[in-house]
């Protein structure tokens, strides 16, 4: 089992900037890819960034391209999301997840965390 906690949600000014962070609790993520997925105005919830914990390779979605970045900390067994320039349209909640593909609906999600980009 693995236990996913979010934190660094908040309200943001168009332009600003946020980091998500997400605490991986239970077993090792050795072998698995954790991801970032977010939903908002109505829309499905969808990924936007991954990375494998062993590789540390990462992708990014187009919407999110040069404003995210996906990271990890593996001696902190923490993933993070830098947000950038954010925009009222990233408005959402941000779901951590881990898996051993990222073809998968994700086994493991965090509790979510709100993300709100307003003037």
């Known amino acids: 089992q693995v236990q996913l906690v979010e934190s660094g949600g908040g309200l943001v000014l168009p332009g600003g900037s946020l980091t998500l962070s997400c605490v991986a609790h239970?077993?090792?993520?050795?072998?698995?890819?954790m991801g970032w997925y977010r939903q908002g105005g109505g829309k499905e919830r969808r990924l936007i960034a991954h990375i494998g914990w062993d590789s540390g390779l990462r992708s990014t979605a187009d919407s999110v391209k040069g404003r995210f970045t996906i990271s990890r900390d593996r001696a902190k067994n923490t993933t993070y999301l830098q947000m950038n320039s954010l925009q009222p349209e990233d408005t959402a909640v941000y779901y951590c997840?881990?898996?051993?593909?990222?073809?998968?609906?994700?086994?493991?999600w965090g509790q979510g965390t709100q993300v709100t980009v307003s003037s």
């Open positions: 997840t881990a898996d051993v593909s990222v073809n998968n609906i994700p086994r493991y």
């Open positions: 239970g077993r090792t993520l050795s072998g698995y890819v």
